[in-house]
């Protein structure tokens, strides 16, 4: 499996217009090795990973009924993947640096195919969630690896363009997941939702055997920080575990902030111990570079804002305007469309002026795009919601594709797998934090105007105990519609309340969800081209 070439380097910085100084892209001759299908080939193992990110959360109804599942048990199945895919990253990308991105990448595709095909034959949802888990952990093994390969055998000048397409892969895939899963779902089964990833594993895995040649850095790491791996890894599990359950525990409970509590804690032995250890896992020196911090920085931003206000959106059209699954992922086509167009655009146009004017640029748009939305009301027609989705697609593609590069290209190249670990955990981080956050400003509001809401409406008594939870994805409660002595006008009533007080959470949330866009322009205004900083230049103390 191993064909390998060593990277040489020659000095520090990079020439403007061509190809860095201090990185030298072996010629390449055939198929092997080359820049472009390399591309092709990665593409193919991340956009099954991307897919799998919301495809599953279609088919979740159908396992529930299907293995007699619990509420519980059907958040596991997201929970247990998005938490080892968070957990494993930056180690993955560690491995990868060490043992070969190719290695490391046909290992994850072999891996996480295998596991979606052991999901599709499982009859009890304990063994769901035990594949979801082991999907996790290779999915973090083949996403830094497939940055790790574009980082080593593109050029500067190409290396842009290369991130956009990827981008964009990434960006169709999660946002034509919902439109997929709903097609398998009604028309097949929940299983072809998880048998569709093994053939696909097959082709990528041929592809990556063929054509992917695995570029090693002379300044490889050749040892491993167990004691960072499992700081990190504790610390990684404790954020994300406090973020998925705050909505359930609460944000002041004692169980959220011991997790929260224990999280900074293992960071700040990480921090000590990394600056200690002779070979780090994350050596914190890559964050004396300042576009590479803010990059990070931004990516959690874009992650916050894009996820947290697209997790509204999605009972927006179902619940408010009653669309299917399948039709709410056509309705979010402009977005997904948007993705496809400008990703490659905005790679060429960072190639040509760099990426803060596109990262400002983006991240504005999608503050205008977030405060834009928050007029969505029951009344809103298709064109109008067509123009705010294609618009958020439009400032998102820039921040996807520079801040990638931001992070990535100053980089080392010994390090570019662990790069793409950081930047896979930050977007990963910022999309868990803000599902949680804007979840507890939606949860908050509706509490706050349900009861008056509900009086003004005329309606008798008091809002049912626990409806303020049906409200906050403003679903209307079958016990509530189907209720003794329910009639069509009360129930009009009951159905306007609950929408106009989801919508006025919901615009709330966006607003929310706006600011921290407009924060992230102002963070973006700190990143610059990546360096493509030659082997060791970032790999000791600070």
């Known amino acids: ?227 960072g791996i499992v700081l990190l890894s504790a610390a990684m599990f404790a954020l994300v575990w406090a973020l998925i359950k705050a909505g359930d525990w609460g944000w002041g409970s004692g169980r959220t902030l011991g997790f929260l509590g224990a999280a900074v804690v293992c960071f700040a032995l990480f921090a000590l111990w990394e600056n200690r250890v002779g070979e780090p896992l994350l050596p914190l020196s890559m964050f004396r570079s300042v576009p590479l911090s803010a990059g990070t920085v931004l990516m959690v931003l874009m992650g916050f804002a894009f996820m947290g206000g697209l997790f509204f959106v999605t009972f927006y059209l179902q619940n408010v305007h009653n669309m299917s699954p399948v039709d709410c992922g056509l309705r979010l086509l402009p977005l997904t469309g948007m993705m496809i167009v400008s990703s490659p655009l905005a790679g060429a146009l960072i190639t040509k002026v760099g990426p803060r004017i596109p990262l400002v640029t983006g991240m504005a748009l999608t503050a205008v795009t977030m405060f834009g939305m928050t007029t969505l009301d029951t009344g809103t027609g298709s064109l109008t919601m067509s123009l705010w989705f294609a618009l958020l697609g439009l400032g998102l593609a820039p921040v996807m594709v520079g801040a990638t590069e931001v992070i990535v290209g100053n980089a080392p190249l010994e390090l570019s797998g662990v790069a793409g670990g950081i930047q896979q955990a930050a977007m990963q981080v910022g999309g868990s934090l803000g599902t949680a956050v804007l979840g507890a400003v939606m949860s908050n509001k509706v509490s706050s105007e349900l009861p008056t809401s509900w009086t003004a409406a005329g309606l008798p008594a008091a809002p049912p105990a626990g409806l303020d939870q049906a409200v906050a994805v403003g679903l209307v409660p079958k016990q509530v519609a189907s209720a003794p002595g329910m009639t069509p006008q009360v129930l009009g009533k009951i159905t306007g309340v609950v929408h106009d007080t989801f919508l006025t959470g919901m615009g709330l949330a966006f607003t929310v969800a706006g600011v921290v866009a407009v924060f992230a322009a102002a963070v973006a205004v700190f990143t610059k081209r990546g360096a493509h900083t030659p082997e060791g230049a970032g790999a000791g103390h600070i």
């Open 1 to 227: 499996m191993t064909s390998q070439t060593t990277v040489e380097t020659t000095g520090p910085g990079s020439s403007s217009g061509g190809a860095p100084a201090g990185l030298a892209v072996p010629p390449v001759k055939g198929m092997r090795g080359h820049p472009w299908l390399t591309l092709f080939a990665v593409a193919i193992g991340v956009m099954m990973v991307a897919l799998d990110g919301t495809i599953v959360a279609i088919a979740n109804p159908a396992i529930q009924s299907d293995l007699d599942a619990s509420l519980a048990d059907v958040q596991w199945i997201t929970n247990g993947y998005l938490l080892a895919l968070a957990v494993a990253l930056v180690t993955a990308g560690k491995l990868g640096d060490r043992f070969g991105h190719r290695q490391t990448y046909l290992i994850g595709v072999a891996g996480f195919a295998a596991s979606s095909g052991a999901i599709g034959l499982s009859h009890s949802v304990a063994l769901v969630i035990a594949f979801r888990v082991l999907q996790g952990l290779f999915g973090a093994l083949l996403m830094p690896a497939a940055l790790g390969l574009l980082r080593a055998c593109f050029p500067a000048e190409k290396l842009n363009m290369a991130i956009g397409i990827w981008g964009m892969v990434i960006g169709a895939s999660t946002a034509g997941g919902p439109i997929l899963g709903g097609v398998l779902v009604e028309h097949v089964s929940w299983q072809s939702v998880f048998f569709i990833n093994v053939p696909v594993g097959v082709v990528a895995l041929v592809l990556g055997l063929v054509i992917l040649l695995d570029h090693r850095a002379k300044n490889a790491p050749r040892s491993f920080d167990v004691p």
